[in-house]
């Protein structure tokens, strides 16, 4: 295993004045040196030298020699059994994952109250986000941390005038920095992020999106994580909860995609080793940790993933916190495709990335670590590729008339995936999900065009960051009144949570 970066590592810190908005020249070096700091550092753990082709040639080759073999009823037996078990030790793992004890809710130290809170800095990117900046700024105000003490940093493309405009109503009402991304390189959130960093003053940083409603105490739960966490922790991750599960059958189905994920799938792999595939928001670092490993990669697409898997190989470790951030699901399919083939491609890219050196790997993780990043990347959007790549060996079965094996192997995956969503929407409070569970293999089915999306990507524009719409605007042109959007503080008595 690595050793812990040395905390005093950085990125090449821009010029700051707390009295303003850093000046373009400022910016545009920051943006620079985002584009090529992880190439300096190592540039084999960079997605700047296009990664993730040969997994998508492995993939469609596996698809395609699996039903010609069919097709032409020659002998495949092994390579069935092989996808087929596969997609079965998946199943098994998020079965075990709900045989763990449902984590604790941590204690409340009143003792940190007589103890000065740190600057903290929450950095946001945004990008033709205008209509969510008066909710997202009402749900930081509400935050429980002193707001002398909290660094609000927007990262916004320097052509988005309408995002700016909106910001700048907020300005006599509420303190923050703008940082106006130029053109160049990658038009993505991590680029953004990296180029925004050197101008963040906080102790600790915080990430969301520009939907996002966190609970109240969420950075003050995250404080108290690294406070009574070991010395080489770097990063909490709080559980993302999806508000609007009954928009649509797309949107419900997601959240119970995000109650198993969160609820089951990372409390699994924090028993494991310390390494988790960070979720793209709602993440709270230790900023000396996230300067030391490089960042954010501004050409990789799940650029969470990416960094949670960096942190690990340095020695780092990450956790979970309980109190949820809850945000909007995509409620069309075709919303729902690009996102879920983005974050697929992204996964697509961060295994290929990190596997370019195998033995160093190995060495870094361990052996726990090492399962954990095959189980973590593969249960999560590349879940996909397994049970696309097993329904084609199933179906091999069944043309060689193997209808019992078959019938066993449909019926225990349908079963423990409707077990599994089960135990995720007790776990997350929401029984009213339960039904969305018996469903579930018919949304897996549903990846296989995110899966075909994230493929073409790869192959054709392995950076173009897909964005997600939101509020009206990802609602097929129908108009959204204000009453029907949730209250901010709304969704945060649907699991308990104090406000």
Not at 257 to 266: E, N, P, Q, T, V
Request: charged fraction near 15%; proline fraction near 7%.
């Amino acid at each position: 295993m690595a050793e812990s970066p040395d905390k005093t590592g950085h990125i090449g810190q821009a010029p700051f004045s707390s009295g303003g908005d850093p000046h373009p020249d400022d910016v545009a070096r920051a943006m620079a040196q985002a584009l090529c700091r992880l190439a300096q550092i190592d540039p084999q753990l960079s997605a700047a030298k296009p990664a993730g082709r040969l997994l998508a040639t492995l993939i469609l080759v596996t698809c395609s020699g699996t039903l010609i073999a069919t097709l032409m009823h020659l002998d495949r037996q092994l390579v069935e059994w092989a996808l087929m078990s596969m997609a079965l030790g998946l199943s098994l793992f998020r079965l075990w994952a709900t045989l763990l004890p449902e984590r604790s809710p941590p204690p409340d130290l009143a003792c940190n109250l007589a103890v000065e809170k740190p600057m903290w800095t929450i950095l946001i990117a945004l990008y033709h986000e205008a209509g969510s900046v008066p909710s997202l700024l009402q749900a930081i105000g509400k935050l429980d941390w002193p707001k002398e003490k909290l660094d609000l940093v927007f990262a916004c493309e320097a052509d988005d005038t309408e995002t700016l405009a909106a910001l700048a109503l907020w300005r006599t009402r509420t303190q923050f920095t703008v940082v106006r991304v130029p053109k160049g390189g990658p038009r993505t959130k991590p680029k953004a992020l990296q180029t925004a960093l050197p101008f963040c003053r906080g102790r600790y940083l915080t990430v969301y999106d520009a939907e996002d409603l966190p609970a109240p105490g969420q950075i003050y739960e995250a404080w108290q994580a690294f406070q009574t966490g070991p010395a080489n922790l770097a990063v909490v991750q709080a559980p993302l909860v999806i508000w609007n599960e009954k928009e649509s059958w797309i949107s419900r189905q997601f959240a119970l995609d995000y109650a198993i994920w969160f609820r089951l799938i990372l409390p699994a792999l924090v028993h494991l080793s310390h390494f988790l595939p960070l979720g793209g928001t709602s993440n709270h670092f230790d900023i000396a940790f996230l300067r030391a490993v490089g960042g954010w990669d501004p050409y990789n697409v799940t650029e969470d993933a990416d960094l949670g898997i960096r942190l690990a190989r340095h020695g780092l470790k990450s956790s979970l916190i309980q109190s949820a951030t809850y945000e909007e699901g995509a409620p069309t399919f075709g919303g729902w495709v690009r996102q879920r083939g983005r974050w697929i491609q992204g996964h697509m890219q961060t295994i290929s990335v990190h596997l370019r050196m195998p033995r160093r790997l190995a060495k870094q993780l361990g052996g726990a670590g090492m399962l954990t990043f095959f189980l973590g990347l593969g249960s999560g959007p590349l879940n996909a590729a397994v049970m696309l790549l097993s329904s084609l060996a199933a179906l091999g079965q069944a043309v060689d008339g193997k209808w019992g094996h078959i019938a066993l192997w449909t019926c225990f995956m349908g079963l423990s995936q409707a077990y599994v969503g089960l135990i995720a929407v007790l776990r997350d409070g929401r029984r009213d999900l339960w039904t969305a569970c018996f469903a579930f293999p018919l949304y897996q089915a549903c990846q296989v065009p995110a899966l075909c999306r994230a493929i073409w990507r790869i192959y054709l524009s392995p950076s173009i960051w897909d964005k997600t719409k939101h509020g009206a605007e990802a609602r097929l042109r129908k108009a959204i009144s204000a009453k029907h959007q949730p209250a901010i503080s709304e969704p945060q008595h649907w699991i308990g949570q104090q406000p």
